[in-house]
């Protein structure tokens, strides 16, 4: 990788974007209240010709790092160095632009020749219910990041995304530079049909009406830092096009060269290749939603990978259906103490589509991840108006363990019934509102703050006779308590409802 010092005589302008981003990229960010910046503009076009001329074979380049991907003989590098608009150069690849085999480097993943309906896996974050409400993705732009996608353009599941024009013409493979995806390896097949696939009365995806774009970006039978650059090359090529989630089943800390491995202390969401790449893409307005890694049960790492540690990056972990967290799941803190996961979903047991079409169980966070992308798409597309960082935030506020967050699970489940309570809850200054009154069939008792835990209820005739006294959990998923009162005598009765700090009281009328 060759970097740039700056981009001065560049002719693109801030004040142009249509000139190098599409009309739906610049839409996302005038829509979050983002700027159009000096970073988005593409590199010089003057220097990238100038490190050409010395000879060397220019292959990608980066708009929000300022650099490019070079080939070349060593005896080079003295020539590009002494150009005066080079800040730095780094070896990220050994020989020629490898290409891509089919050697297995997905750790901790297994298979299972077994048909199973999709029926777990979306209903335990609500994704049936999404569907339900309409919300199925349509008009998300969603970027798939992986090892590639054999067999999707041949097989019945995945055959309504060509049809409804639904695979974004700007898929890459950056292993070959070609736009021909559908080769090499098919885990991110497996992947792309959690979200996408079809198989009536068998398999649903999570997010079948969303757009693909499908990017190849990682080199199965190596393991070099140019796969992180790819990644980096992908994200902008994904921002360019008018993406709105970066989903990514990958991750990065070993590689097959000593010196470009990275320890603990650098999953600090703000060093790796990958991970700074993940957080442009959350700069522009994306949602980077990654896999949280399958190294729980190796000693001598057992934290997330990057992009997985990222300040902006859902990092999702892996659990089974009694919701117990696998063993290889990664767990946190981040290396500056964040917490990690930040979420979990169904990761054992998910179904998923082979390349051949056929039906199988996979089981790592590879699998959990693109459960909580299709969450993210369908939510979007209900609530349009929210900014990423408002997405993410009320994906935390609502799951399962959100007031008790560890570096296990994260802040837990997340639903997208809780999700939708939160976002159309009423602006409520009372603690606690009780709803009709005068009633005669159902008492609605609501928390401002559903996830404050447990509130007690008693209820007493105007004679001073205990009715009925119990405790109610709340949370963001069950905010509302619906009390059957219809069988009560017509009269005045006193609710005592005790919170955490206070008891309130409430004078209800029951009528006939």
Not at 48 to 68: E, F, H, L, P, S
Request: hydrophobic share 40%.
């Amino acid at each position: 990788m060759i970097f740039f010092t700056d981009k001065n005589g560049t002719p693109f302008s801030i004040l142009s974007p249509e000139n190098y981003l599409s009309q739906r990229a610049i839409d996302r960010r005038e829509r979050q209240g983002i700027a159009i910046t000096q970073n988005d503009l593409p590199v010089n076009p003057v220097y990238v010709q100038g490190v050409r001329d010395t000879g060397a074979d220019v292959i990608y380049k980066t708009r929000w790092m300022n650099g490019v991907l070079i080939s070349c003989d060593d005896t080079l590098l003295p020539s590009i160095e002494a150009l005066s608009y080079v800040s730095s150069v780094e070896f990220v690849s050994p020989g020629s632009h490898p290409a891509a085999g089919n050697r297995s480097k997905f750790k901790n993943e297994t298979l299972e020749a077994e048909e199973e309906a999709t029926d777990t896996q979306l209903s335990m974050i609500g994704l049936d219910a999404m569907h339900d409400d309409g919300n199925k993705g349509e008009g998300i732009s969603i970027a798939v990041l992986d090892g590639g996608f054999s067999g999707v353009n041949v097989t019945a599941p995945f055959q309504h995304l060509f049809t409804d024009n639904q695979i974004h013409p700007a898929s890459f493979d950056f292993i070959s530079g070609t736009e021909n995806v559908f080769q090499y390896d098919d885990h991110g097949t497996r992947v792309l049909s959690i979200m996408g696939a079809t198989i009536d009365g068998t398999f649903t995806g999570g997010a079948p009406k969303a757009t693909f774009q499908l990017y190849v970006t990682e080199d199965i039978p190596t393991e070099y830092r140019i796969e992180e650059y790819n990644w980096l090359f992908a994200a902008e090529r994904a921002d360019s096009t008018g993406a709105d989630i970066i989903h990514t089943s990958l991750g990065y800390n070993i590689f097959d060269i000593n010196p470009m491995n990275y320890t603990t202390d650098q999953m600090d969401g703000e060093t790796t290749v990958i991970t700074r790449a993940a957080q442009s893409a959350f700069s522009k307005g994306m949602i980077v939603v990654a896999s949280a890694g399958n190294e729980g049960g190796i000693a001598s790492w057992r934290i997330v990978t990057a992009p997985a540690d990222g300040k902006d990056v859902l990092a999702v972990g892996n659990i089974n259906s009694f919701g117990v967290r696998s063993p290889s799941s990664s767990i946190g803190p981040s290396a500056d103490g964040r917490i990690k996961p930040d979420l979990v979903a169904l990761g054992s047991g998910v179904s998923v589509v082979r390349a051949n079409g056929s039906i199988f169980t996979g089981s790592g966070t590879s699998f959990a991840a693109p459960l909580v992308t299709s969450l993210v798409a369908g939510i979007w597309q209900s609530n349009p108006h929210l900014k990423n960082s408002e997405l993410i935030n009320v994906l935390r506020l609502t799951a399962s363990q959100a007031a008790t967050p560890d570096n296990l699970i994260g802040y837990g489940i997340p639903n997208y019934q809780a999700v939708q309570h939160y976002l159309e809850q009423p602006v409520q200054t009372e603690p606690v509102v009780v709803f009709p009154n005068p009633v005669n069939g159902q008492l609605a008792i609501r928390p401002s703050s559903p996830d404050n835990g447990n509130l007690s209820f008693t209820l007493i005739s105007s004679q001073g006779q205990l009715v009925t006294e119990r405790e109610v959990s709340f949370t963001w998923l069950n905010n509302q308590y619906m009390a059957d009162v219809s069988a009560l005598a017509s009269g005045m009765y006193i609710l005592r409802i005790k919170t955490a700090n206070r008891i309130l009281t409430f004078r209800i009328v029951k009528i006939n």
